[in-house]
Antibody
Framework: EVQLVQSGTEVKKPGESLKISCKGIGYNFLNYGIGWVRQLPGKGPEWMGVIHPGDAQIRYSPSCQGLVTFSADKSITTAYLQWTSLKASDTAMYYC????????????WGLGTLVTVSS | DVVMTQSPESLAVSLGEGATINCKSSQSVFYSSNNVNYLAWYQQKPGQPPKLLISWASTRESGVPDRFSGSGSGTDFTLTISNLQAEDVAVYYCHQYYSLPRTFGQGTKLEIK
C-alpha cells in the first residue's frame, strides 16, 4: 500500500530552524516526485515546489525560492522541507504529495505537518 | 503564473439536488500535442488533505462516485455534483498542472441548504 508518512506537529519560535519529513512507503521512491503544498489557516492550498528523488531535480515556486530547501535521502525513502530561519508567517499546515507522471499531485498525500511559529 | 478563479465562493444546495462549480484559468491549460487539459479538481474536508476527484479535466479517479463529473477545455472548466449527499460537504479546489508554478483556485465551499 502506498503511503506518505509525515513527521509530527512542530511549535517553534521566530528565527529558529526546522526540518520536516515525508517518508514514502510501498512504491519505488525514485520514480516519482514529491510535491510540497502549504495551506495557511483558513486558506486554499499553495504549491511550494517539487523534488524528484531519482535525479535530485528540484523546482521551487517563486514565492518560496530562497526561503525553504527541499532535499531527499534515497536510502531511507524520505523527503525533507527545511527552513533556516522561521517567521510567524510560516505558520501553516504542510503537506507532501506524490507527483504522478504529467505533473499531477495524485491520490497519495501525507496527513500534513502543522507548523506553528510564535514567540 | 496561471491564475485560477473559481465561482461561486460558496454554495448551498439541498440534498438530492445538483451543484455546479466553475473554474477559469488566466491562460489555456490545454496541451495540443497530447490533446489533454492539465486541470484537476480536489475535495477537501476539515482536518484532511485534499482528495483528488478529477484529473485531466474529466477523468474521474477510481472510487469517486459517478455523481462527480468534470468538463471544459482551454480556460473554462466545470465540476458538477449531482444528487448531492451529506458527505459532499467540503471545499472544492481546481488546480492547474500545465505550467510552473502549479496553482490552485481559491476554493468553493459547498454546504447543505
Amino acid at each position: 500500500e502506498v503511503q506518505l508518512v509525515q513527521s509530527g506537529t512542530e511549535v517553534k519560535k521566530p528565527g529558529e530552524s526546522l526540518k520536516i519529513s515525508c517518508k514514502g512507503i510501498g512504491y519505488n521512491f525514485l520514480n516519482y516526485g514529491i510535491g510540497w503544498v502549504r495551506q495557511l489557516p483558513g486558506k486554499g492550498p499553495e504549491w511550494m515546489g517539487v523534488i524528484h528523488p531519482g535525479d535530485a531535480q528540484i523546482r521551487y515556486s517563486p514565492s518560496c525560492q530562497g526561503l525553504v530547501t527541499f532535499s531527499a535521502d534515497k536510502s531511507i525513502t524520505t523527503a525533507y522541507l527545511q527552513w533556516t530561519s522561521l517567521k510567524a508567517s510560516d505558520t501553516a499546515m504542510y503537506y507532501c504529495a506524490r507527483q504522478e507522471p504529467g505533473g499531477l499531485l495524485g491520490n497519495y498525500w501525507g496527513l500534513g505537518t502543522l507548523v506553528t511559529v510564535s514567540s | 503564473d496561471v491564475v485560477m478563479t473559481q465561482s461561486p465562493e460558496s454554495l448551498a444546495v439541498s440534498l438530492g439536488e445538483g451543484a455546479t462549480i466553475n473554474c477559469k484559468s488566466s491562460q489555456s491549460v490545454f496541451y495540443s500535442s497530447n490533446n489533454v487539459n492539465y486541470l484537476a479538481w480536489y475535495q477537501q474536508k476539515p482536518g484532511q488533505p485534499p482528495k483528488l476527484l478529477i484529473s485531466w479535466a474529466s477523468t474521474r479517479e477510481s472510487g469517486v462516485p459517478d455523481r462527480f463529473s468534470g468538463s471544459g477545455s482551454g480556460t473554462d472548466f466545470t465540476l458538477t455534483i449531482s444528487n448531492l449527499q451529506a458527505e459532499d460537504v467540503a471545499v472544492y479546489y481546481c488546480h492547474q498542472y500545465y505550467s510552473l508554478p502549479r496553482t490552485f483556485g481559491q476554493g468553493t465551499k459547498l454546504e447543505i441548504k
